[in-house]
């Protein structure tokens, strides 16, 4: 149980040198926060299983490439990330005009004029996280794995901006119309009080 | 009202459960892998083996055959026949074996019976991978 603490890079370091179950560890911690953040990408069971260890197994296979030096986190969600998208590709669920970055650089703190009241009370409902999940289902691609990065593994901007190998202020362009976007959803969808 | 209004709604997002085996399939999948990747590697190692065996046989033979009738076997048969006179005259004898010596046979042999300890302990090593069923690194 006192291994199940130990630091990402250690676990992989020991892996490398012989250590057993090194690896194990690195499974065990890494499965379910995968499948959750796979699913809400291509949002099937079945296939999000079979994309979370076709993960691990390219993880197994490059782990003596991986530098030691980088975030183990990022690399994997990296990884999971790609999976998922050539998966989506060759089931040609996403257009290849999806991935194009049409975002512009502008500076992340804004602010936003918007006469509607701050839906802060429609988060005390019990719907709250169904409707959450709704509004991430109907994003964009590309605004929906930065906020699954952001509030499902609570990775920072810079690490996001790793993971998904852009800009950070791209990063924060995104994660901003992405919240702008949930608001209008949540906003239309929320029920309305009587 | 700015982005770090929204932020701190606390948003926040409960993670999928998965299957409760799913951990179980990875495992067993990079397993699979690991065997599949150890078999192939072993029947590689092991034909080269079995082939630098055969090959080394035949080398032997021949370096053997030329051995026994080379200079320096005559001289290296002193040593053994006539052991007082090699060791009387034990400087001449041993520059005489020196410049005899089959330099290049000897380096065969060396260089062959190298190859196959390194394939024997290869062949060995991808044998207990593919024989394990846990994940292990070598």
């Known amino acids: 149980m006192i291994r199940m603490e130990i630091d990402d890079n250690q676990l992989v370091k020991d892996y490398l040198n012989g250590l057993e179950g090194s690896f194990e560890i690195i499974v065990k911690r890494y499965t379910r926060p995968l499948y959750s953040f796979v699913w809400r990408l291509c949002g099937n069971k079945e296939s999000s299983e079979d994309i979370v260890q076709d993960t691990f197994l390219k993880v197994w296979k490059n782990l003596k490439r991986f530098d030691l030096e980088r975030n183990f986190k990022v690399w994997i969600y990296a990884i999971a990330r790609n999976s998922t998208y050539d998966f989506l590709r060759k089931k040609k669920l996403i257009m290849f005009s999806e991935m194009d970055n049409t975002e512009d650089d502008s500076t992340f703190e804004e602010n936003i004029a918007d006469a509607t009241p701050l839906a802060d009370q429609l988060f005390e409902e019990k719907e709250t996280s169904k409707l959450i999940d709704e509004s991430i289902k109907n994003l964009p691609e590309r605004y929906k794995e930065v906020v699954i990065l952001r509030h499902e593994t609570g990775m920072t901007f810079e690490d996001i901006s790793d993971t998904l190998k852009e800009p950070m202020n791209t990063v924060k362009s995104r994660y901003r119309r992405a919240i702008m976007k949930m608001q209008e959803s949540l906003l239309l969808n929320a029920p309305k009080k009587v | ?138």
């Open chain 2, 1 to 138: 009202m700015t982005i770090t209004d929204l932020e701190k709604i606390s948003l926040k997002l409960d993670m999928i459960p998965c299957e409760y085996n799913l951990e179980d399939k990875i495992i067993e999948k990079i397993e699979k892998a690991q065997r599949h990747n150890a078999r192939i590697k072993l029947e590689f190692f092991g034909v080269s083996l079995f082939a630098i065996i055969g090959i080394g046989v035949s080398i032997f033979a021949k370096i053997f055959s030329d051995f026994q009738n080379s200079v320096f076997y005559d001289y290296a048969s002193i040593l053994f026949s006539d052991t007082r006179f090699a060791l009387t005259n034990w400087k001449p004898t041993l520059l005489l074996l020196v410049e005899s010596a089959p330099i290049l046979d000897i380096f065969i042999i060396v260089t062959i019976v190298g190859v196959v300890l390194y394939l024997l302990s290869k062949t060995t090593k991808e044998a207990s991978i593919f024989l394990q069923h846990k994940l292990i690194y070598k």
